[in-house]
């Protein structure tokens, strides 16, 4: 018998591929930004006052990103899955692309950072219709009793998304010297994500449109506009998906982005180092998610969430303190376990999400309930952290990760009340 992953095999690439690229692109802004831009883009009064400016414009995107659900989530719901996902991928890797050539503040002045953000703005706006469509594109064809497995394919993007981005940031770190790094060796990630856009548009267009569309435009037309029926019938659910999303970004940009600025200034530690640390710890988000969609075919998506969220709870007592502990193998211990953790709230997402809405309306509704749950989680969450240690050292920082995982309990709680048939 042949696995339902190699008949589908073409779709799950391109879904992959997907996230992948937009992970990758926006975890090298991220690295970029913990690392280097700073003081290349944001003069200011102190290393911490750069480095918050700098998290500031990385949080840009996440603004951008549910307004980018909106206006892709619109197309796909009405024109397909496929075009619209071709659509969002040309946006966000030109955007990616085009930050290799800014020029610095110290040749352009305020120029350099308003291209800088407008550029971010174009990432997140394009990234606003990529994993829900990516998601979309897995779980609309899968087989009866493997939508868990299905929806898992596009989520392993986050961890070889992350690979790609701080293998390569480690690699030109090794061959440059500070000084060419952070002139020009930060530039190659940017320039880099070119090859991957092309990759993904050659995938891309050869798939065809997912039968549950399909289906779904055979027996009613389109709808008119699908946010507004989103707010009109679903937006109390909406709500609940939205909540329910905070938890897995918080521990990823906690993990990533915070703590790689934290390690490599406050802590000290080698930027090498640190990111070799980083590399052996996301092999734990990748198997936490496999881990997830196999139990989430098995019991059901809505079960693994909730022992994510409880999971996450009891992380952010111990996360700080362990961070600052000034140990980089206690470090990296805690690293692992919170991508681990991340896994289960991260995973079955992309089944449980779209269970929630109809296919006419499917990519709306999932788009706006998983990235406005980014502007909750992860748009804040290196901000407040850096606040936070700023003002008390990072053993308040484990409070954002557990009032994270409250918010999505809550979340997941609330669905159960309006579906109940989701708590089985």
């Not at 692109?25 to 913990?34: E, G, L, N, P």
């Not at 986050?158 to 390569?168: E, K, R, S, V």
């Not at 037309?221 to 029926?229: G, L, N």
Request: charged share 10%.
């Amino acid at each position: 018998m042949v696995s339902p992953f190699r008949q589908h095999r073409r779709i799950l690439v391109a879904s992959l591929v997907g996230t992948t690229i937009e992970f990758y692109d926006f975890y090298i802004y991220a690295t970029a930004a913990a690392l280097v831009f700073g003081p290349l883009f944001f003069p200011a009064e102190s290393p911490s006052a750069q480095l918050m400016l700098s998290f500031l414009s990385f949080s840009l995107a996440f603004i951008a990103r549910p307004f980018g659900a909106v206006l892709f989530g619109h197309f796909g719901d009405r024109i397909g899955r496929k075009s619209t996902l071709v659509a969002s991928l040309l946006l966000m890797g030109i955007s990616t692309l085009l930050i290799a050539f800014l020029p610095t503040y110290s040749t352009a002045g305020w120029i350099a950072p308003l291209l800088l953000c407008i550029l971010r703005f174009g990432q997140g706006l394009g990234l606003g219709g990529e994993w829900g469509g990516a998601a979309l594109l897995a779980v609309e064809n899968a087989p009866p009793g493997w939508r868990g497995r299905f929806g898992m394919v596009p989520q392993l993007g986050a961890p070889i998304g992350f690979l790609a981005a701080n293998g390569l940031f480690l690699l030109i770190g090794l061959q440059l010297s500070d000084a060419d790094f952070a002139a020009w060796g930060w530039r190659i990630p940017f320039l880099a994500s070119s090859i991957l856009i092309v990759l993904g548009l050659w995938v891309r267009l050869k798939i065809n449109e997912t039968p549950e569309f399909t289906q779904a435009l055979a027996q009613n037309p389109p709808v008119s506009i699908p946010f507004w029926e989103l707010i009109r019938k679903h937006a109390l659910i909406t709500f609940a998906g939205t909540f329910t999303v905070v938890a897995c970004f918080a521990i990823f940009y906690l993990s990533t982005a915070f703590a790689l600025a934290h390690g490599t200034t406050t802590l000290g530690y080698d930027r090498e180092q640190f990111l070799i640390t980083q590399l052996a710890a996301i092999a734990f988000l990748a198997a936490g998610i496999i881990i997830a969609g196999i139990r989430a075919d098995k019991a059901s998506a809505n079960q693994v969430l909730s022992w994510g969220c409880a999971a996450t709870i009891g992380l952010g007592l111990t996360f700080g303190p362990a961070l600052g502990a000034g140990s980089l193998w206690l470090v990296w211990g805690m690293l692992s376990l919170a991508l681990f953790i991340m896994g289960f709230v991260y995973g079955p997402l992309g089944v449980w999400l779209p269970s929630l809405f109809p296919p006419r309306i499917r990519y709306t509704g999932v788009s706006v309930a998983f990235n406005a749950g980014g502007i909750l989680g992860g748009a804040l969450a290196p901000i407040i952290a850096q606040a936070l240690t700023d003002a008390g050292g990072t053993s308040l920082v484990g409070l954002y990760l557990t009032m994270a995982g409250i918010f999505s309990l809550a979340g997941l709680k609330l669905v159960g009340k309006l579906m109940p048939d989701k708590t089985e």
